[in-house]
């Protein structure tokens, strides 16, 4: 009996120079073509040669992590020739996912996510921090709290694995909140390197522009199951799907339970995109056969498993 592989996409923070070095001119040139004619914006240039700062601004950033996901896609495709039974996307992965299972055409993908992209850096700045081995209801009362003490927004917004939280929120509150963890037995809490708060209410004007982008839109019904973050379940009913994504800006991403839904297969988790991000949080996770297509092996190491 075949194995069950699901494809997961990695979301922003996976971005890096270079990191569509391992794919051909041939491979790139359509979605070079795509992205020119839909962006005005030669983003293969950009992913290639730079300026770092300038690839690592959300509205471009979005776009090219969703191309670059995309063409690691169709070389999964054309390597195994097999389609996966399931997808998921952390946070903006979800709208690789989406493009992977034909819910959405590729300039239209590219387009949106670089009008989300927008949308997020024209919302109120703010600061995240990752919060490591602390209780998710523990981390939660603090952010509770602060929002009380303070008036100011503070949230859970990446729920990553048991011992990975990501809180959003103003600079001040999220700072409080962080600091209030680490006395609370929080092993350690990072501040991101982040220009924008996004899965928190500071994305709520944000989202307010970003509806009116995604009523321009058409997706069609997933051709291949596609778990969303605001609630780690399928949605049956594409006409929720542009509610979903919306409502994803301002809500935390449910990747733990992602996670443990994926787990009830058993089977093959691969990380279709640049980096080894999910890679490592599908591990923390507890689950196994895990394999990341940037990895130089990925292509045997696969076929060891199937």
Known sequence: MPRHISLIFPGQGSQSLGMLNSFSEDELDNVTKISKEVLDI?????????????????????????????????KFLDLFDI?????????????????????IKIDDAISLVHKRGKCMENSQKGSMFAILNLDLNEINQICKAVQQETGQVISPANINSPNQVVIAGSDEAATIAANKCKEAGAKRCIQLKVSVASHCNLMDEAANIFKKEL???????????????????????????PKKLLEQLTLPVQWTK??????????????????????GLAKTNGLDNILSMSSETFEDDLKGLL
């Open 83 to 103: 389609t996966p039974n399931l997808l998921a996307g952390h946070s903006l992965g979800e709208y690789s996912a989406l493009l992977a299972s034909n819910s």
């Open 258 to 279: 992602t996670m443990k839904y994926i787990k009830t297969f058993d089977g093959i988790v691969i990380e279709c995109g640049p980096g080894k991000v999910l890679s």
């Open 215 to 241: 009523d321009e839109y058409k997706f069609n019904t997933p051709q291949i199951p596609t778990i969303h973050n605001v609630d780690a379940k399928i949605e049956e009913d594409v006409a929720n799907i």
């Open 42 to 74: 030669d983003i293969i240039d950009c992913i290639k040669n730079g300026p770092e700062v300038e690839l690592n601004k959300t509205s471009i950033t979005q776009p090219a992590l969703l191309i670059s996901s995309h063409l690691y896609f169709k």
